[in-house]
């Protein structure tokens, strides 16, 4: 079965960090380009952060530039979003998704949800005093 799960969730006090996992099973994520989405109550669901396949290709929303990396580590079939500086705008669910991507478009990333194939359950961040 594919899977993807995220973990690193919590609550923590504005300026704090958190470091979110998603880990996949049932297949490799190096096949795949992967990102990060989050959707706050009333909101749309938004890209925060997405890497490609190959050469570490990344983006960052404007409102996370600057304090957010996502990385990827193959050799465990994970990749990490490290939050930093968060402030109370950044609370949401968090989750992870994953494209199966072409050889010839292993240098791209993806922004737009509905170019995902897999879905995490999501995580809960919540950025509070």
């Known amino acids: 079965q594919l899977q993807l799960v995220e973990s690193g969730g919590g609550l923590v006090q504005p300026g704090g960090s958190l470091r979110l996992s998603c880990a996949a099973s049932?297949?490799?994520?190096?096949?795949?380009?992967i990102g990060w989405f989050r959707q706050a109550p009333g909101k749309e669901r938004e890209g925060v952060s997405c890497i490609s396949k190959r050469d570490g290709n990344t983006y960052y929303a404007a409102s996370v530039k600057g304090r957010f990396t996502i990385s990827r580590d193959n050799a465990k079939n994970t990749v990490y979003l490290q939050m930093t500086n968060l402030n109370p705008e950044d609370t949401a669910v968090y989750y992870c998704?994953?494209?199966?991507?072409?050889?010839?478009?292993?240098?791209?990333?993806?922004?737009?949800?509905?170019?995902?194939?897999?879905w995490g359950q999501g995580t809960q961040v919540t950025v509070s005093s």
């Open positions: 049932g297949f490799t994520l190096d096949n795949y380009a």
């Open positions: 998704a994953a494209r199966r991507t072409e050889y010839y478009n292993r240098r791209n990333y993806y922004t737009d949800p509905s170019d995902y194939d897999y």
